[in-house]
């Protein structure tokens, strides 16, 4: 059994809340908790991207159904889910043990762990946080923003953002600047006039632009999704107001994004990414970044950790269900030594999902919402006319299409055929958002395609 070692403790009783010591001490002094509950890699065979033993080994993926719908909530690697089961019960064998002893410094492991072989920052810019949205209100209660101060966005933002910063602008007068995207983007050009291109305009030195003090982008819409030139846009707003802070909710980035590490992007101060998503981590696990001295950021659930530092602020927020960030372990394991990194799984998706837009494109003859050379691992297509008026059940051709045509022709894929596909209505005309990751093969989408033209009029 081991002996309490007399570290400081910053908060509450916790035999172990040494947090900041253990997130601030250099890797040659720092020493890995030892991990109760293993994980052995060396039980799963090597499957091949698309396979059905892939599918069944890695995921719980119901057969019966179609699923090109990874960008809603994510799927969670199987392995992983078990992991966190064990975890779990490891928990409950002797409660004290973990919450009180064992809990914190293995949080700040994964802290560290990621910090370095995952985001390359520094661990005292990191913390872990249950989702996208729990960073996002801790971002806007820790504002503090005067009457006609100003905050940027894209059309293209998260809805559930877009709504919390009405209401913020509201109660402090503030002014929301909401900036329309316009599609179809056609190439690289085409994007950077719609998206850098805004701030050319905006970011003058007229003392109204001045007022501008947060710009917040996602870099891949879910709506709508692309890959928003995040490194070239905040390069830009730094070099023209170095004050302004620039805010990046890269929820759908880690897993579905090449090379995504933070320090290409000095001049991004506070970024927050989902590990439930493109990363196939346990569902409530995410991490946010925030620059060194930027912003004095707070968890919007403030507990023990009150006042004592940045990473002791986030790291527990009330008992909950910690087992889930454990199997972080499990999904960092998976990506670095069984995959080998995460260029060889995301490429497949990449060429997936390319392949699959352009093969429905053709086969409906319709158009891309975005090009896929500008998308990750989600691209829209649109669906054809005909099709859609004949799901919809209406032949007057001088109508327009509506937001709940859109749910009645994914209820149409859901129930009449198993096909998990969300359907976006922009700009008038419905297309299917597909999603592709390595349980997805082109025979998933080539079902999708031949439904559609089954039901053409
Ligand atoms: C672009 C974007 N941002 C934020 C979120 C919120 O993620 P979460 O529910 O995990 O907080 C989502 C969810 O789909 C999203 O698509």
Redesign the pocket.
């Given at each position: 059994m081991e002996k309490n070692n007399g570290a400081k403790r910053d908060f509450g009783s916790f035999h172990s809340s040494n947090v900041e010591e253990l997130i601030h001490l250099s890797e040659s002094e720092y020493k890995s908790p030892k991990l109760d509950v293993a994980f052995d890699l060396s039980v799963f065979e090597k499957f091949e991207f698309g396979s059905s033993d892939l599918k069944k080994n890695f995921f719980y993926l119901d057969e019966r159904f179609c699923f090109l719908n990874h960008g809603?909530f994510g799927l969670s690697f199987k392995p992983v889910l078990d992991y966190v089961h064990e975890w779990k019960c490891y928990a409950e064998s002797q409660p004290l043990r973990f919450y009180d002893r064992q809990i914190m410094p293995l949080l700040v492991d994964l802290i560290r762990k990621f910090s370095s072989m995952i985001f390359k920052c520094k661990p005292n810019e990191l913390a872990l946080v249950d989702?996208?949205?729990?960073a996002f209100n801790s971002l806007i209660s820790s504002l503090d923003l005067s009457p006609g101060d100003k905050i940027f966005i894209f059309s293209t933002t998260?809805g559930?953002y877009k709504k919390i910063l009405k209401d913020y602008c509201i109660k402090k007068k503030a002014i929301l600047i909401e900036e329309a995207i316009s599609f179809p983007i056609i190439d690289e050009k085409d994007l950077m006039q719609k998206t850098l291109g805004k701030f050319k305009s905006i970011l003058s030195e007229d003392e109204e632009d001045k007022k501008i003090r947060l710009v917040l982008i996602?870099h891949?819409?879910?709506n709508q999704p692309f890959l928003v030139p995040i490194d070239r846009i905040s390069e830009y707003c730094k070099s023209k107001r170095s004050d302004i802070l620039f805010v990046v909710?890269a929820?759908?980035s880690l897993g579905s994004v090449k090379n995504f590490t933070i320090d290409q992007y000095p001049n991004i101060d506070i970024m927050f990414t989902?590990c439930?998503k493109w990363f196939c981590g346990p569902k409530g696990t995410?991490f946010l970044y925030v620059k060194e001295i930027s912003f004095r950021i707070r968890p919007s659930v403030q507990s023990h950790g009150i006042n004592s530092g940045f990473n002791s602020e986030f790291i527990w927020s009330g008992l909950k269900d910690y087992a889930s960030f454990l199997g972080l372990y499990a999904s960092l394991n998976i990506w670095l030594h069984y995959f080998g990194g995460f260029d060889k799984p995301i490429e497949y998706c990449y060429s997936m999902v390319r392949q699959a837009s352009e093969y429905l494109k053709n086969l409906w003859q319709t158009s891309f919402m975005v090009d896929p050379s500008l998308c990750s691992t989600m691209v829209c297509v649109q669906l054809p006319d005909s099709f859609v008026r004949n799901i919809i059940k209406n032949d007057d051709l001088e109508s327009s299409f509506s937001y709940n045509d859109a749910e009645i022709v994914q209820n149409f894929f859901y129930f009449s055929h198993s096909i998990e596909v969300p359907i976006k209505y922009i700009q008038n005309s419905l297309y299917v958002r597909l999603s592709a990751h390595i349980y997805n093969k082109i025979e998933d989408y080539e079902f999708l395609g031949d439904v559609v033209m089954q039901n053409v009029e």
């Open positions: 809603a989702n996208c949205t729990f998260y559930v996602d891949i819409p879910s909710d929820a759908h989902n439930h995410g």
